[in-house]
């Protein structure tokens, strides 16, 4: 069976790419939303027309891009979330949400200060990993049954 994984959160560093590039070889397959910053923030107004405000610029974009997270994160098996260090997501926060609320098996990607403001978030998380060897590790063990060497 292979496993779907979707990948949500922060955009800015390369953490994906060392998940998937350390889950080479496992049954898994991974999704996640547009990293093209500018496209996932223009999507709506290039596909739909320009707004004058950027309320509802901002606004369309959210929801068609709403149309592929929900999507990926209905399909999934497990959703891994970063909450990284230099930006806000809140985009993350609602993906954890989501998950949650669909029963999803999720996985919290972030770092120690972030604790006591991600509380409630890592709360409904099966785990909360540091770095994404341990996100890695985890799939690892889910899919194989095999402990880190």
Not at 12 to 30: C, K, S, Y
Not at 48 to 72: C, M, Q, S, Y
Request: one cysteine or more; aromatic letters at 8%.
């Amino acid at each position: 069976m292979t496993y779907k994984v979707y990948l949500s959160g922060e955009i800015h560093t390369d953490w994906r790419d060392h998940i998937m590039q350390g889950a080479a070889g496992l049954d898994v397959t991974f999704s996640g939303p547009v990293t093209d910053h500018a496209a996932s923030d223009d999507c709506g107004v290039a596909i739909l027309g320009a707004e004058p405000d950027k309320f509802w610029h901002d606004n369309k974009g959210a929801k068609v891009n709403a149309i592929r997270t929900r999507r990926d994160i209905a399909a999934a098996d497990v959703v891994v979330v970063r909450f990284g260090e230099k930006y806000r997501q809140w985009n993350a926060a609602f993906d954890a949400g989501y998950a949650a609320a669909l029963g999803k098996s999720l996985i919290v990607l972030q770092q120690p200060d972030h604790d006591h403001a991600l509380k409630e978030v890592d709360a409904a998380a099966l785990a909360v990993a540091r770095d994404p060897e341990q996100v890695v590790q985890i799939l690892r063990y889910v899919l194989t049954g095999a402990l880190p060497a």
